[in-house]
């Protein structure tokens, strides 16, 4: 959900018809904005990747291990790829929203972990042996 805060806070739809000192105001307003989300997004995703890390070391020390299955390399590569966009975001500059080739650069970023994220969570459902017919049977 804090992706799609991004598209839509930052869409070009927004901009459309602004000069650039008008756009650079909006911008600014919606990185303003983008802030909470930023914060929200980074704990929630660090959150998963203690979690993770809380496996590891509870590996080190206990006799019986815990495996590192699809599962946790998948939150893995999730946790990371959103912490890093959101900080991405976060600190970006006015100027970076401004030049289209670096915003469609982020663009791009965004929609990509949005989708694994979106693929991450409808997996899920294929584990649970009702829901995984129902999901089969529809594709």
Known sequence: MI???YLSLFSLQNFV???REEKAVEVEQALADYQFY???GTLVSASLFFHICAKVVFNLTAEI???FDKWTMIDMVSCLSNIYSFNIIGNASVETFMDNEQ???LDYYVIAVTIFSWIRFFSYFLVIREISKLIMTLF
């Open 3 to 5: 992706n799609y805060q």
């Open 17 to 19: 018809g602004m000069t």
């Open 38 to 40: 930023y914060y929200i």
């Open 65 to 67: 291990k815990m495996v």
């Open 103 to 105: 915003k469609q650069i």
